[in-house]
T-cell receptor, first 118, second 113 residues
Framework: DAGVIQSPRHEVTEMGQEVTLRCKPISGHNSLFWYRQTMMRGLELLIYFNNNVPIDDSGMPEDRFSAKMPNASFSTLKIQPSEPRDSAVYFC????????????????FGPGTRLTVL | QKEVEQDPGPLSVPEGAIVSLNCTYSNSAFQYFMWYRQYSRKGPELLMYTYSSGNKEDGRFTAQVDKSSKYISLFIRDSQPSDSATYLCAAQGVIQGAQKLVFGQGTRLTINP
């Protein structure tokens, strides 16, 4: 299995531009998660999907951020317009079962997309 | 106050030493506690998880949770240079009806040969 695949691995853009990050979860996994990691704030859960449905987007920082999962094998995280404070590493993760905090399902992380907004 | 607090380090120890990594958390509703290892420029990978209080051992790694003091620990015995990484603790639970998963800041660990 190839694991969770993210693209691009690196993205450099200018403030105000639209940025789209992509994720392919592990085949057969039912949950997908988007995280952001910065030195200041650590790893933060932005949004998660169960069976392609967004369940909780309370971690999304602003309306400039949106995420979609049109099918079980693809998800996008879009930032429009981007700002320098969005610079971070964005991780996608997937897990086998629908995620619930009252039970445990191991999450498998992708390699991340390092975003720099100038 | 952050829901999960972790000293970011850095922590540097000689090879073979016992390493102790610690986190505290604020909400007693957290039920699952995880430790992840993250190598430079890679995604986190799960090391161990525990449910509620108690110890769990896997080879050279031992995870401990003390719910009475809201304290999470990871011990590494006979540390190796390959253990050099950032270690993230995490806590998970249902809090006021909301599903919560919160990570600590991460502790950067270096094992010196």
């Amino acid at each position: 299995d190839a694991g969770v695949i993210q693209s691009p691995r690196h993205e450099v853009t200018e403030m105000g531009q639209e940025v789209t990050l992509r994720c392919k979860p592990i085949s057969g996994h039912n949950s997908l998660f988007w995280y952001r990691q910065t030195m200041m704030r650590g790893l933060e859960l932005l949004i998660y999907f169960n069976n392609n449905v967004p369940i909780d987007d309370s971690g999304m920082p602003e309306d400039r951020f949106s995420a979609k999962m049109p099918n079980a094998s693809f998800s996008t995280l879009k930032i429009q317009p981007s700002e320098p404070r969005d610079s971070a590493v964005y991780f996608c993760a997937s897990s086998l079962g629908p995620w619930r905090a009252s039970s445990y399902n191991e999450q498998f992380f992708g390699p991340g997309t390092r975003l720099t907004v100038l | 106050q952050k829901e999960v607090e972790q000293d970011p380090g850095p922590l540097s120890v000689p090879e073979g030493a016992i390493v102790s990594l610690n986190c505290t958390y604020s909400n007693s509703a957290f039920q699952y506690f995880m430790w992840y290892r993250q190598y430079s420029r890679k995604g986190p990978e799960l090391l161990m998880y525990t449910y509620s209080s108690g110890n769990k051992e896997d080879g050279r790694f031992t995870a401990q949770v003390d719910k009475s003091s809201k304290y999470i620990s990871l011990f590494i015995r006979d540390s190796q240079p390959s253990d050099s990484a950032t270690y993230l603790c995490a806590a998970q639970g249902v809090i006021q009806g909301a599903q919560k998963l919160v990570f600590g800041q991460g502790t950067r660990l270096t094992i010196n040969p």
